[in-house]
């Protein structure tokens, strides 16, 4: 169980997270989501006491990480691959670990396992590929099989089955009752992956709770249907107060109205429908729309555009000129 209460961290005049509470339950898997800069990292740096608060506190099991008398055990956290000695192989970094912390040698040979590195395990770490260091991030992370893990962006780097492997890994992890609290971008990997969500942007809580809610909450279900007499149909709902999109010829997403409204309304008044399906929003929809005020550092593709099409049209302007 992770605790925050009114935590807050500031750089200079920089707020990086802005008095956020919150608890991540044992038993299921939370995402942590958010724009770049939104406070992620800086608060998972906390809960693993490697940043001071400014203010406010977070605990693990009930107490903060520091205080813990064997914190290993009690937390386990994959923040930086990349934080490995590269001359090391990664048998012998995991043995270093075990070493320091009174766990057996036999746990490290456990974890080579689980984690897919058997064959790499001799080799130095400054030759491994991104996804093999998340491999042993996660196996650093584990080795003293703690009841809560912290992974930033577990999946960075893995290929499609590394990234099935932690989708089962976590959710074996929490079933068997620990805390599993992971950051990732990918919002189909995410949608897939967590029971709860924690969404932040500028250092606060944006939206909290499981995932089909965190969704429900911002995008109202919908209703896509199919039919040649689309017109007909629209102007039959919109008498009905529903609201109606089309995002192509013969197709309409209807708000305001469940699909077997639509299907009775279609059926008398004759209105043959080629399909008829409730629809609801992505995570990735809903993630856009939760944090589209928050988003600091943002893509400017209207500038993008704009270049392209004059350079378009300079392009297109020489040969006018040259056929004069
Ligand atoms: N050591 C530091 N000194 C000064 N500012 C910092 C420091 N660490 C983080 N920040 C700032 O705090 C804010 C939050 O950063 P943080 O890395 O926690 O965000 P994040 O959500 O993890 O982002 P990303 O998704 O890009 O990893 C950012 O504006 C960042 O520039």
Redesign the pocket.
């Known amino acids: 169980m992770i605790e925050a209460h009114e935590l807050t961290k500031r750089?200079g005049e920089?707020t990086?997270v802005d008095g956020i509470s919150f608890t991540i339950a044992p038993g299921s898997v939370t995402g942590f989501l958010?724009p770049?800069?939104?406070?992620?990292?800086?608060?998972m740096r906390m809960i693993m006491g490697l940043d001071r608060p400014t203010s406010g506190t977070v605990t693990v099991n009930g107490r903060p990480y520091a205080e813990h008398r064997s914190p290993l055990s009690e937390v386990g956290a994959l923040l930086d691959a990349k934080a490995v000695h590269p001359g090391r192989s990664a048998r012998s970094h995991l043995r270093t670990m075990a070493a320091t912390h009174n766990i057996p040698s036999s746990r490290v040979d456990e974890v080579i396992e689980m984690t897919g590195l058997a064959a790499v395990a001799g080799k130095r770490v400054g030759g491994f590929s991104l996804g093999m260091g998340q491999r042993l991030g996660i196996a650093s992370a584990m080795l003293a099989d703690p009841r809560t893990l912290i992974l930033d962006e577990p999946v960075n780097g893995l290929d499609p089955e590394g990234v099935q492997w932690v989708r089962r890994l976590v959710r074996t992890l929490a079933d068997e009752g620990r805390t599993v609290f992971l950051s990732s971008?990918l919002m189909s990997e995410m949608a897939q992956t967590a029971d709860q969500l924690l969404v932040i942007g500028r250092g606060r809580i944006i939206a909290a709770g499981p995932v089909q809610e965190v969704i429900d909450s911002v995008s109202a279900a919908a209703v896509r249907v199919r039919t040649p007499r689309a017109g007909e149909l629209a102007d039959l709902l919109q008498a009905d107060g529903v609201t109606i999109s089309s995002p192509e010829p013969g197709t309409l997403d209807l708000r305001g109205i469940d699909a077997a409204d639509v299907g009775e309304l279609a059926c008398a008044a004759g209105i043959a429908l080629h399909e008829l399906c409730p629809r609801s929003a992505t995570l990735e929809e809903a993630y856009m729309s939760l944090t589209q005020d928050a988003v600091?550092y943002r893509s400017d593709l209207a500038a993008t555009t704009s270049a392209a099409t004059t350079s378009a049209a300079t392009t297109s302007a020489v040969p006018e000129e040259g056929s004069r």
């Open positions: 750089y920089k990086a958010g770049n800069g939104a406070g992620k990292s800086t608060t971008h600091e």
